[in-house]
Structure formats: structure tokens, C-alpha cells
């Protein structure tokens, strides 16, 4: 025992107390042995003169009586530094939270009392408690707050860089149809618009991040999808990189959007690539992994279910510790100014987190090498119908008619989709914001409204139904910065809808119009009739 002749009266006996003498009863000793939180005593120099069992299985071999609470503890410094100076009867500090010095993981909470002896001596009692799980509820809540705020900063910028982007590809494309694609003006507007094509990918990669983008989910095996994406992957890594595939046996299946998940795989590829300039060694290996309780790993929890691993691993210049927890957030890269957005791997944490899965980032440090593994949750295997794809616009006659109302509150915008649609034989009425839509709805009958979704005071939810009061069956088609799925509650409530997310292109807008009018128009024209 670590109370020899009671270790509590060896505190309290010859302490200043209202009743001199006061000496601790023998049950009072018992009391500590059963308490569920640890407690130790120190004398003035930190050294450990007793300890209860809680305290013990918490601090291990190391609490044994005579050794200095610094060597228990990692940033010991912290500890000593906390302990109360007052000499005044049971002065204690706020409580530290520590990590063990045998068990980093493990943290522990210190609240530390003070008393002073008759003598002038004094001593201390640290009350002890296992927080590790509360530390890493806080941990997880902090990095989730994080990245969601972040996520919606994404997700705003890329509804604003959406509008913009749209104008940009849409006035290209309308200034191409004056040139022959021999002419130096037309390569030089191509060399625009290809720029602006770029840029909405990036602001794809910030919705994917920001969980905002639209998924077309279907039951996959990850091998098929890794052996289509073989000859790619050797190509995209160079003669340098030794490309090793190790496919597991019997894996289950997978719900993803394909497109989505072979450009997480290409999106490792290539950041193992980058990380080997002078060559080097990356192995893609799947595997089935089985979780029979709930299990923890680096501040996510992972339900318990079987899971599709896949592990990507280099032998690069590797991540510093520091970079780890950080290695996931947009625009943070490792590589030289200019060299990356650093949206590759943000890309690829919101891709699979909007599939329901996780992944992690590994490495022993700096010329280590790297490893990121994803963890896919097995699907049951039944039917499940693909999310519906767009309609499709394959008719080279973008040409029609009609009386189209378009909405939209960005100038730009409105004006390049205006120009389109005249050219292609509509007759085009713009509304630069909802309230002006509502009038020229109450004066005028359309074959066709053309809104978005986003505007200041009358948004188009509004506005559609406003218009479908007067008219039910009138064909709409709503624009947006944001995707359809960001759009759901708007939507909800509204039926018969065609969805044109920007920045959209001028034939993918007169397809869709041509599509709608075409399909909607008659309903809307034997309503009428």
C-alpha cells in the first residue's frame, strides 16, 4: 500500500485547521482507496509520498513513492509551473490537462490543492481524471467547426466565381462564332475560354471540397475501377515511379459516383507523384476491413461495418508531424509557390466524407514516404437506381421558338444568356431581379421562365411560384452558382424542374431550352387551350 499508517493523516495532521490536531479517520483512508478518480500527494519538492489505486492504473509503474511527478507527465514544466503558491489553507490552481508519459494518447486532468503545515512545510494533492475521451470530443468538434466554416467559405466563392465564369465562357463562345478557327483571333479567344474552363474546374474542386457538389451514385467494385484506370495512372506517374497494383480478393461493393472516386485515386497519384521528383516507388493496394466495435483513429470515429480500403503509399520525401493535421484543409500545399492550389487533397476529404467514408494521412516524417488510406462503406449489394443524369443534349439543331423570361440578377450573366438565346431564334424578355420578374408575370404570358435561384429579396423559388400560379404547367429552368443538391430545400416543394448549374456553356443553355420547350411546352399549350 502507498499509505503507510494512513497517508491522508500524514497531510492533515499537522496542518493549520480550525480544530489543532485534527488527525483523518481510518475509514477516511478507505474512502480515498475506493474513490473512482486517482489522487496523490507531494511534498514541497514534487516528489510522490502517496497515491490511491485509481491513481496508480492511471499513472502505471511509474507512481511509485519518492519519484518526481515530472517524470509522470509530458510537459512537466506546465505542471510544476500550475501547482498553487498561496500559503493560505487549501489553495488550489484551475485544473491542467496533461498527456501521460507512458501513454501520450492518454490525457489526463490535474486539479492541484495546496496545504501548508504548522512548520512552515507543505505539501500537495493532485485530484486525477481521465479525459482522454472528452479531449478528443473537443479535438473532433474544433476540426469539424473548421472545416465546415471553411466549407462554406468555399462553397460562397464558388457561387460567386460561378457567375463570373459563366459570362467569361459565354461571351467566348459568342465571339467564336465570328472567327474561322483558322484565324489568329480565334486562338487567342480559345486560349480564353480554355483558361476559364480551368478555372471552373478549380471551383469544382471547392465545391467537392465544401461537400456541396452533386453525386451520381452507383454500386461499384473499387478493382474495375482501378484496373480502367491502370494505363492512366502509369502514364500520369512516368517511367521514374515504379506503379504497383495490389488488388484484394473477394472485396465487397462499393456506392460511389465513379467519376468522383477515380478522381480521388488521380488525385493521390499524382500528389505521390510530386512527392518523388527524382523517382521512386507507389503501391495502390485494396483490401476489405472489418470493424466489429466503434473505433477511433485521429480524431474520427469510425461506426463499426465492413469497409473498402484502399491505401496509397510512396516512398517520397514524406509529411512533417506538423503538416499532418493540416495536410487536408484548401489551399494549404507543401509545394513551391506556384506549384500547386492545394486543393488536390481538400478535393479528395470532401469526395469522400459526401460518400460516407474517411480517410487518413500517415507518415513517419520527412523522408519517410506517405500513406493515405480510404475506407469505403460495403453496400448491400441490392438495385440501387443512379442518381439521374442531365438531360441529355445531343440534337446539333439548337434553333426554336417561343417567349422566354429570364431572371437574373447578375448583369453579365443575364446579358450573355439573352445574346444566346436570341441567336438561337427565342424571344428573349430580361428581368434583372425578382421583383421586376413578378410584374412582367402579372402583363405577359411566357412559353418558358429561366431563373436563378439566388437573388436578393424575391429569390426564384419566389418567382417560380408566382408563375405557376397563372400558369402550372409552364416549363422552368433554374440557374445557379450552387448545385442542384445545395438547392434542395428551395426545390423541394416545386415540381417539374430542370436544373442548369453555371457556369454553363451556350449550347449546354439552348440545349436545355430546346429540351424544355420541347417536352413542357405542349402540356402548357393544351392547359391553355
Known sequence: MAHKNGWLNRIF??????????????????????????????????????????????????????????????????????????????????????????????????????????????????????????ARLETQFAQSQKMQAVGQLAGGIAHDFNN???????????????????????????????????????????????????????????????????SMLKRLVGEAVELKLVHGRDLGVVLVDEGQLEQVIINLVVNARDAMPSGGTLEIE????????????????????????????????????????RIFDPFFTTKEVGSGTGLGLATVYGIIKQTGGFVFAESEGIGQGAQFTIYLPCHDGQDQQAAPADPALTSSDLTGGGTVLLVEDEDPVRLFGA??????????????NGEVALELLREERFDLLITDMVM??????????????????????????????????????????????????????????????ERDAPLSRNTAA
Not at 299 to 308: K, L, R, T
Not at 419 to 426: H, T
Not at 491 to 512: E, H, Q, V
Open 13 to 134: 495532521q499537522t496542518n493549520e485547521t480550525p480544530e489543532a490536531g485534527f488527525t483523518a479517520p481510518a475509514d477516511l483512508d478507505l474512502v480515498f482507496e475506493k474513490m473512482p478518480f486517482g489522487v496523490v500527494t507531494l511534498d514541497e519538492e514534487f516528489h510522490v509520498r502517496g497515491y490511491n489505486p485509481a491513481a496508480k492504473a492511471l499513472l502505471g509503474e511509474g507512481a511509485i513513492e519518492g519519484a518526481l511527478i515530472a517524470q509522470l507527465f509530458e510537459n512537466s514544466e506546465t505542471l510544476t509551473a500550475g501547482l498553487p503558491g498561496s500559503s493560505s489553507l487549501g489553495a488550489s490552481s484551475p485544473d491542467l490537462k496533461l498527456p501521460l508519459a507512458h501513454d501520450s494518447q492518454r490525457i489526463v486532468a490535474i486539479h492541484p490543492v495546496r496545504f501548508d503545515k504548522r512548520d512552515g512545510a507543505f505539501s500537495y494533492v493532485l485530484h486525477l481524471m481521465d479525459v482522454t475521451e472528452q
Open 164 to 230: 463570373l465564369l459563366t459570362a467569361m465562357i459565354g461571351f467566348c463562345e459568342l465571339l467564336l462564332l465570328r472567327f474561322q478557327p483558322g484565324e489568329q483571333a480565334f486562338a487567342d479567344i480559345m486560349q480564353i475560354k480554355q483558361n476559364a474552363n480551368r478555372g471552373a474546374r478549380l471551383v469544382r474542386q471547392l465545391l467537392a471540397f465544401s461537400r456541396k457538389q452533386t453525386l451520381q451514385a452507383r454500386i461499384l467494385g473499387v478493382s474495375d475501377i482501378l484496373a480502367e484506370l491502370t
Open 286 to 325: 485494396t483490401f476489405d476491413f472489418v470493424s466489429n466495435v466503434e473505433s477511433l483513429a485521429d480524431g474520427q470515429v469510425i461506426p463499426a461495418g465492413n469497409y473498402v480500403a484502399i491505401r496509397v503509399t510512396d516512398s517520397g520525401m514524406g509529411i512533417e508531424e506538423d503538416d499532418i493535421e
Open 419 to 432: 445574346r444566346a438565346l436570341r441567336s438561337k431564334g427565342y424571344k428573349v424578355v430580361e428581368a434583372q
Open 456 to 517: 436578393p429579396h424575391v429569390n426564384g423559388a419566389a418567382v417560380i411560384a408566382a408563375a405557376r400560379r397563372a400558369h402550372p404547367e409552364l416549363p422552368v429552368i433554374c440557374i445557379s452558382g450552387y448545385t442542384e443538391e445545395s438547392m434542395a430545400k428551395e426545390m423541394d416543394n416545386i415540381a417539374n424542374l430542370n436544373f442548369l448549374a453555371k457556369p454553363f456553356s451556350l449550347k449546354d443553355l439552348a440545349g436545355m431550352v430546346k429540351d424544355a420547350m
